[in-house]
């Protein structure tokens, strides 16, 4: 749903967003309006910040682990000391605020996980970012 409702923003601005799902249904126990907010602000956020060359990728997996929603770009990443800064409300990096927004969404994506008994990962994508939502086994 997320994909389908942002496709065509990618596609008007030249970039790619690209949905990679199992055939078979990954399911987690949540609210479905909830979550879909959560996963479009990651969607958002890589449009918004990885740049105009960047490619981004919806991903859901699991595994014996648990199950993830991957949202990874190609552009410039987050850097490591500033990861757990910018789940904070209203904390931006410095080269962001020159784009829209004001420093909720991914205190949003934080506030969703928590609730849903679930982790944001912010990892280096080489290039990139990949924002994670994790929901261990259970």
């Known amino acids: ?6 496709e065509p ?19 987690v126990n949540g609210d479905r309006d909830l ?5 479009a602000n990651l969607v958002e956020n890589a449009f918004r910040h990885a740049g105009d060359a960047a490619e981004v990728v919806l991903s ?8 993830s929603i991957m949202v990874e770009d190609t ?9 757990e800064k910018v789940v904070q409300r209203l904390y931006r990096l410095d080269r ?22 679930a982790r944001l990962m912010l990892e280096d994508n080489r290039p990139g970012l990949r924002a994670s939502l994790v929901f261990d086994a259970e």
């Not at 552009?75 to 990861?83: A, K, M, N, V």
């Open 60 to 67: 859901v997996r699991r595994d014996q682990a648990g199950a």
């Open 35 to 39: 979550l879909t907010q959560a996963v």
């Open 1 to 6: 749903t997320v994909a389908e409702l942002h």
């Open 75 to 83: 552009g410039p990443g987050i850097p490591e000391e500033e990861r």
């Open 96 to 117: 962001s605020r020159r784009t829209q927004g004001n420093g909720l969404g991914l205190s949003l994506v934080e506030s969703v996980a928590r609730l849903h008994r």
């Open 9 to 27: 923003s990618f596609a008007e601005a030249g970039r790619t967003l690209s949905l990679a799902i199992p055939d078979t249904p990954v399911m």
